[in-house]
């Protein structure tokens, strides 16, 4: 070898030992957002802020379990029908007079009581006075464990699954970490109402009922009875449909 093949030589770099990997290490893909602006649009048309519900709703399920397919599309459907699509937080009490006793029962609001309340043709209800007539009394406490003469309206349904009576309030602020007497306007939020509907299902058993497909015991779970059952199954089918696309 050549004087100038021997310096060459010296001067080139030594050939590295070290593995270079054929493949890039995979990295997870983040998960998807268990509902988004986009689901929410389709499933609820007449939804102001469906941006805004999405980002209450998505972590709130996370939280309590509601990540399955068939638990995640039977609680919107679920708290669609109870909130009208998430637009009303605050339950209405605007009966008309003939409409009270068929909905709360005559042990709740007698015919005399009903004629005297719900609106009639130029006259309001009384929706104060109906709230605390159907849900106070014995079957008030007994129920929903209202012990003042005014707890049938101040804790009236609000929220995504329309949590009603003073114990129902008393419970959900504890679990969501707010004072009771600032729960009722948390509710009416799209992040308080989220929160507070999911922590009802969850501690209520709905996650298992969902498991199980029978909606109807779902439903009887959150209504105590199967009022607006086609709506709410017409709600069921849709959210799979849109959360499977």
Same mark, same amino acid.
């Given at each position: 070898?050549?004087?100038?093949?021997?310096?060459?030589? +010296?001067?080139?770099? %030594? &050939?590295?030992? =070290?593995?270079?990997?054929?493949?890039? $290490? @995979?990295?997870?893909? /983040?998960? *998807?957002?268990?509902?988004?602006?986009?689901?929410?649009?389709?499933?609820?048309?007449?939804?102001?802020?469906?941006?805004?519900? +999405?980002?209450?709703? %998505? &972590?709130?399920? =996370?939280?309590?379990?509601?990540?399955? $397919? @068939?638990?995640?599309? /039977?609680? *919107?459907?679920?708290?669609?029908?109870?909130?009208?699509?998430?637009?009303?937080?605050?339950?209405?009490?605007?009966?008309?007079?003939?409409?009270?006793?068929?909905?709360?029962? =005559?042990?709740?609001?007698?015919?005399?009581? @009903?004629?005297?309340?719900?609106?009639?043709?130029?006259?309001?209800?009384?929706?104060?006075?109906?709230?605390?007539?159907?849900?106070?009394?014995?079957?008030?406490?007994?129920?929903?464990?209202?012990?003042?003469?005014?707890?049938?309206?101040?804790?009236?349904?609000?929220?995504?699954?329309?949590?009603?009576?003073?114990?129902?309030?008393?419970?959900?602020?504890?679990?969501?970490?707010?004072?009771?007497?600032?729960?009722?306007?948390?509710?009416?939020?799209?992040?308080?109402?989220?929160?507070?509907?999911?922590?009802?299902?969850?501690?209520?058993?709905?996650?298992?009922?969902?498991?199980?497909?029978?909606?109807?015991?779902?439903?009887?779970?959150?209504?105590?009875?199967?009022?607006?059952?086609?709506?709410?199954?017409?709600?069921?089918?849709?959210?799979?449909?849109?959360?499977?696309?």
């Amino acid at each position: 070898m050549s004087w100038l093949s021997r310096l060459l030589a +010296a001067l080139r770099p %030594a &050939p590295t030992t =070290a593995a270079v990997p054929a493949v890039l $290490p @995979a990295v997870a893909p /983040a998960p *998807l957002p268990l509902v988004t602006a986009a689901q929410l649009r389709q499933l609820f048309p007449r939804l102001a802020d469906p941006g805004a519900w +999405a980002a209450a709703l %998505a &972590p709130a399920m =996370a939280r309590y379990g509601i990540t399955t $397919p @068939a638990r995640r599309a /039977a609680f *919107l459907a679920q708290i669609g029908h109870e909130s009208a699509g998430l637009t009303r937080l605050v339950e209405s009490l605007d009966y008309a007079a003939e409409r009270l006793v068929p909905v709360f029962g =005559a042990h709740r609001i007698t015919a005399t009581q @009903a004629a005297a309340l719900g609106r009639k043709p130029g006259r309001p209800a009384q929706q104060q006075a109906i709230a605390n007539q159907v849900y106070g009394g014995a079957w008030g406490l007994q129920q929903l464990g209202n012990v003042e003469l005014n707890d049938g309206w101040r804790y009236r349904g609000r929220g995504a699954l329309q949590i009603t009576g003073r114990a129902n309030y008393t419970r959900c602020a504890a679990a969501l970490g707010v004072p009771l007497e600032t729960l009722p306007a948390c509710l009416e939020t799209p992040t308080g109402a989220a929160e507070a509907a999911a922590w009802w299902w969850a501690n209520h058993g709905c996650n298992a009922l969902a498991d199980t497909g029978d909606f109807s015991a779902l439903t009887r779970r959150i209504n105590g009875g199967l009022t607006g059952l086609a709506e709410r199954v017409a709600l069921l089918n849709q959210a799979r449909v849109t959360l499977a696309a």
